[in-house]
């Protein structure tokens, strides 16, 4: 991702990783990059990527080549991102394990057209350390699968996400996302995210809706 921004040197780019977890290789290949192109900020963003900030847009086509990825590709309005904390198989207090959903997820929603930007939490209890319920998708894991929580949102009009079910396998947690997001796409105004969006959609009949197929 390249993004514009209106301070001085006007560009950031955030090459990953996915789901904040790195290796040596990743963390040596930023850390030279930073220091070749002295990047004046290097920053671990909300979303668990690292963003190189404060270079001159001129840099941009380097660094990502320098990164070994792709510029930026310019892809449709829908998934900002996936999150998702250690899970069981890292957290000792860890019920599912939750990056292993985050790729299944990933897999599965990354190429979704959405009416507007849709962030993804996934936390592997209920402690919820990803944010669950402020996030537009959240999913937390219990003793007995996944809950799944739509309509969350942490931003200045803050709302708690609608537990839409509970007890969900890996399966069924893809699939009710998935219709929860279609269900979305098909009703929401362009913009629209999915925080303001339920609050003005029956929880009855959003549920019915994505729970009867
Ligand atoms: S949500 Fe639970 S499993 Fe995940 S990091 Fe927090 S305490 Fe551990």
Not at 7 to 30: D, H, Q, R
Not at 133 to 151: A, Q, Y
Not at 178 to 195: G, I, S, W
Not at 198 to 212: G, H, I, N, P, Q
Request: proline share 6%; hydrophobic share 35%.
């Amino acid at each position: 991702m390249t993004k514009e921004n209106e301070t001085t040197k006007s560009y950031n780019i955030a090459p990953g990783p996915k789901m904040g977890v790195v290796t040596p290789e990743f963390l040596e290949t930023i850390a030279a990059v930073a220091r070749r192109h002295a990047i004046p900020l290097l920053k671990i963003t909300e979303a668990q990527r690292f963003a190189l900030i404060g270079h001159d847009p001129e840099q941009v086509a380097q660094i990502w080549q320098e990164l070994g990825q792709e510029a930026g590709p310019q892809k449709p309005v829908g998934i900002h991102y996936i999150k998702a904390c250690p899970g069981e198989k890292w957290c000792k207090y860890g019920r599912k394990d939750s990056l292993a959903m985050g790729e299944k997820m990933g897999a599965a929603l990354l190429s979704m057209p959405l009416p507007a930007k849709t962030k993804v939490g996934i936390s592997g209890c209920p402690m919820n350390c990803c944010e669950s319920f402020v996030r537009d998708l959240g999913i937390f894991g219990k003793k007995n699968g996944w809950s799944l929580v739509f309509g969350g949102n942490g931003g200045g009009m803050p709302r708690i996400g609608d537990i839409i079910a509970e007890n969900l396998s890996d399966e069924e947690a893809i699939r009710l996302a998935e219709r929860c997001l279609q269900y979305y796409a098909a009703n929401a105004r362009k913009k629209e995210r999915t925080a303001r969006f339920m609050e003005r959609t029956d929880l009855e009949t959003f549920k019915e809706a994505v729970l009867s197929k």
